[in-house]
């Protein structure tokens, strides 16, 4: 009887531990997490790396990213987790998931897609953020004047990356404010190579054959640039002085007025305009033009031309007949 009493002491105790463990299985399985990896042009992205770390307990688990780019995982326990994903060839991403709310069914949270750039991806984001730094040095360099601390800045960019543009834009500006002008226009022509639409090149590339007195290409750069960007300003103004000074005023006139459209305040193509009127014995419209140059213009030799020029014209125009008079 003892035998059977002792027997049925240790099955109530047996069952009393099975009722006090604690429900660890129900706990270790109340999270079903999912998402995605992807590449930098929304591909799915398979074979990629998914690690989980608790924070606390430092339990680790891992899965892969599927031919879809999807991973999951199921009965993940409760916690905050230090997530990585990783691939070899692409740059590993971090992430926080808190999952620390206890569940007692298994709960699915699905999280925003993974995306993977690739390391040549990241090596020419880092460049291009080199590169950006350094053009706003020299930039910034130009704007001061210092055009040989420029250059040694856009040499070191092109020696890194020889077709960047504005480098090579920038060391033409440079080598044609330092009258080098065979290794400006070396510059700024292989510019309009590499990126025809860029206007700015076509106008400091007419302002280079201008200063080796190649007129007619300089004309046809300022056009090439005008048919790009027909507002601007430098461009219609040179074009306009080289046809003036070429002894065409009445050409170069319909360029001033162009500029004037675009800045109305602009003196120097206001007086243009008003020199080429003038050329037209169109009097009215020529003091109209030079009086408004006259009100803007604060350079003293400027102004006294212009005071004489207007000195002589104020008579003619108040001498005109007006319409209908003999």
């Known amino acids: 009887m003892r035998r059977w009493t002792g027997l049925t002491g240790l099955a109530v105790l047996a069952a009393a531990l099975v009722v006090a463990v604690p429900p660890t299985w129900a706990q270790d399985r109340e999270y079903h997490v999912s998402g995605k990896v992807l590449d930098a042009t929304q591909q799915p992205l398979a074979g990629a790396i998914i690690e989980m770390r608790e924070r606390t307990t430092r339990r680790g688990y891992r899965t892969t990213s599927e031919a879809d780019g999807r991973f999951k995982l199921v009965g993940l326990p409760h916690g905050v987790y ?25 709960k699915k949270a699905e999280f925003t897609p993974f995306v993977l750039l690739s390391e040549t991806q990241v090596k020419e984001i880092q460049q291009h953020t080199k590169l950006k730094t350094a053009l706003a040095e020299a930039t910034g360099l130009i704007q001061k004047g210092d055009f040989d601390a420029a250059l040694r800045v856009l040499t070191t960019m092109l020696a ?35 990126a025809p639409s860029f206007a700015a090149a076509r ?44 002894g065409n005023a009445a050409e170069a006139l319909p360029y001033f007025e162009r500029a004037v459209r675009v800045k109305p305040d602009d003196d120097n193509a206001l007086e243009m305009a008003g020199y080429c009127q003038l ?18 213009v604060t350079d003293p030799a400027r102004a006294a031309t212009l005071d004489d020029v207007l000195k002589e014209l104020r008579p003619r125009v108040q001498g005109t007949p007006g319409p209908g008079k003999q």
């Open 82 to 106: 230090e997530v990585k994903v990783s691939k070899a060839g692409y740059q590993a991403r971090t992430a926080e998931w808190d999952l620390h709310e206890a569940q007692d069914t298994l």
């Open 279 to 296: 050329q037209a014995l169109k009097y009215p419209e020529a003091l109209q033009y030079l009086e408004r140059a006259r009100a803007l």
């Open 203 to 246: 106008v400091q590339l007419g302002a280079l054959y201008e200063q080796r007195g190649e007129k007619d290409r300089a004309l046809a750069s300022y056009d090439a640039a005008l048919q790009l960007e027909p507002d601007n300003l430098m461009a219609l103004y040179n074009t306009g002085v080289l046809r003036y000074n070429a």
């Open 160 to 194: 890194e990356s020889p077709d960047d543009v504005n480098a090579l834009y920038l060391t033409g500006l440079c080598r044609l404010q330092k009258k080098q002008l065979d290794e400006a226009a070396a510059s700024l022509e292989k510019v309009t190579q590499l």
